[in-house]
C-alpha cells in the first residue's frame, strides 16, 4: 500500500518560516516517475493548489497565492518532496497534502493525483 506521510507542520507567527516534508514509501515504485504536488484546504474550502515539481525536476508552478514565497523541490534518493513556505500570513492557515501523479503534467487538478497523504495542518498566527 502506498504511503505519503507529510510533516512539518504547526503553529507559526505571521512572518515565520515553515518546511513541509512529504516521504513516499517504498510501495510507490519509482519515485522519479511521479509529479509531486502540494495542496491545501482551510475549514469551509475547497482543496487548492499549492504548488507542484514535475516527475523528472523540469517543471515548477505554484499558485499565484505562495509565489515569490514557498519554493518546492524533490529529493529522489530520500523519495521525498519538500515545500519551504516563507513570510506566512494567516490566510496560510490549512491542512497541506501532499499527492503523487504517475508522469503527472496538470499541475493544479486534484483528480490527476493517484495518492494523496494525510495531511498536516499548518496554522498562522497573527
Known amino acids: 500500500q502506498v504511503q505519503l506521510v507529510e510533516s512539518g507542520g504547526g503553529l507559526v507567527q505571521a512572518g515565520g518560516s515553515l518546511r513541509l516534508s512529504c516521504t513516499a514509501s517504498?510501495?510507490?515504485?519509482?519515485?522519479?516517475?511521479?509529479?509531486m504536488g502540494w495542496f491545501r484546504q482551510a475549514p469551509g474550502k475547497e482543496r487548492e493548489f499549492v504548488a507542484a515539481?514535475?516527475?523528472?525536476?523540469?517543471?515548477?508552478d505554484y499558485a499565484d497565492s505562495v509565489k515569490g514565497r514557498c519554493s518546492i523541490s524533490r529529493d529522489d534518493a530520500k523519495q521525498t518532496a519538500y515545500l519551504q513556505m516563507n513570510s506566512l500570513k494567516p490566510e496560510d492557515t490549512a491542512v497541506y497534502y501532499c499527492?503523487?501523479?504517475?508522469?503527472?503534467?496538470?499541475?493544479?487538478?486534484?483528480?490527476?493525483?493517484?495518492?494523496w497523504g494525510q495531511g498536516t495542518q499548518v496554522t498562522v498566527s497573527s
Open positions: 499527492a503523487a501523479a504517475k508522469f503527472g503534467s496538470s499541475f493544479g487538478s486534484p483528480i490527476e493525483y493517484h495518492y
Open positions: 517504498a510501495s510507490i515504485g519509482t519515485f522519479t516517475t511521479y509529479t
Open positions: 515539481i514535475s516527475w523528472n525536476g523540469h517543471t515548477i
